[in-house]
C-alpha cells in the first residue's frame, strides 16, 4: 500500500487529473497481490457509486446551480451590502456576509469562490482594496459557504461514515456562523490597519426589513432542509431532489428569472460539475479497497495511540495530518479516503462522529485556499490576474484565524452539537 500511496503523490505532482491518479494507484495495488481476481477492479467503481445517500451529491449540485442561475446571487449582494456596507471595510464584509448566505444556496467553497471573484472582486480592487487581500477574502470566505448546509464534504463524509447527515447539517450551521465572526473580525483589524473605509451609510430598519424580504426564499432554504429532515419528511437524498424543485419554483415563479433556456444551460453545466465529482468517488472505490485489506486504520491507529492515548492530543495529530494532507490531495478525495482510517480512531478515544466529522470536514476543505494546489486560490488568483505569492503573503492572518477557530471548537463539543441535540 505505501507504493500505491507514493504513486498517488506523484500523478498528482505531476499534474494527472485526480480521477486518473486514484484509479491507476489502485490498479496498481491488485498488480501487487495476484491472488485477488481483477473482476473486482470492474466491479468497484460500480458499486462504490450504488449508494442511494450519494443521490444527494448530484441533486444538491443541480440544486445550487438552479439557484444561482434563478437571480439569487444579485439579491444576496444586496442584502449583504445593507446589513455590512457600513462597517469599516465594507466591501470586504460584505463578501464575508455573502459567503455566509450563499451557504444556503451553493454548497461549494470552490463555486463560491469563483463566482465572488468574478462579480464582487473587480469592484473591490477598483474601490483600492489590495488585490492580495481581494483574493484572501474572496478564497477563504468560501470555507463558510462549505460548512453551512447543504455542503457536499459534510454529505461525503456522512455517507462514507455512516454518519446521520441531518446532525451534520445541523452542528454546520454552528461552525458557519463562528467563522463569519471571526472572518468578520480580521477583517474589520486589516481594515483599520489598511485605512479600508465603509461603502455606505447604515441602512434603515425600514431598508433592511425590505431586504431580507426580496431574499425570504433563499433565507428559508437551509431552514426547510433541516426540517425536512428533522421531521421525518424527506430523507438526506429526498431532500436534493425537494432543493431542485425548490429552486425551480423560485426561479420562475417568485422571482421570474428562471426560463427554459437558462434551466437547459444549467442542466448541462450541472452534468459537468457532477460528472468530475461522481468518477472521482467511483475510481476511489478501487483505492479504497486496499485501505481496510492491508489493515492500514489499525497501522494508523497503534502509531498515534503509541505516541498518546489523550483523547485532545490524537484529535489534534490527526487535523494536523489532514493540514497537510488538504494542501496537496483535493478535499473530496480526502474525505472518501481518510474517512474510513481517521473516523474510527476519533471515536475509539471518544470522539462524536458529529463533533468530528464537523471539524474534519473544515479542516480538509481548508486546503483548498492554501498552496501549493488550492482549488480556490487557484480559481480567485486566475480570474484577479493575482500572483500566487502576493496571496501567500496576505494569506496568513486567514490562515491562523481558521486554524485556531477550530482548535478552539475542539474544547466546545457541546456548543458544536447544541443544534443537532435540539433538533434531534
Sequence with gaps: MLIVAILLIIFLAIGMPIAYAIGISGFAFFLQHPELPMTIIAQLPISQTQNFSLLSVPLFILAGNLMNASGITSRLIKLSSVLTGHMRGGLAQVNVILSTLMGGVSGSAIADAAMEARILCPTMIKK??????????TAWTGLITA??????????????????????????????????AVYMFVVWVISGREGYKPERARASFRECTQAVIENIWALLFPVLLLVGLRIGIFTPSEVGAFACIYAMLVGIFAYKELNLKKIMRTFADSVFDVGGIMFIIALSGIFGYGIPFERIPDLISSAILGFSTNRYVVMFVILFILVILGMFIDGSVVILLFTPIFLPLAMKVGWDPVHFGILFCTIITMGNMTPPVGLAMSAVCTVLNVPISDYIKNMWPWFWASVLSVAVMVFFPGLVLAIPNLLF
Design 147 to 180: 460548512t453551512i448546509p447543504p455542503g457536499v464534504g459534510l454529505i461525503l463524509y456522512g455517507v462514507t461514515g455512516e454518519v446521520s447527515i441531518g446532525k451534520l447539517f445541523a452542528a454546520g450551521l454552528l461552525m458557519g456562523i463562528v467563522l463569519t
Design 128 to 137: 483600492g482594496y489590495s488585490p492580495g487581500f481581494t483574493a484572501n477574502c
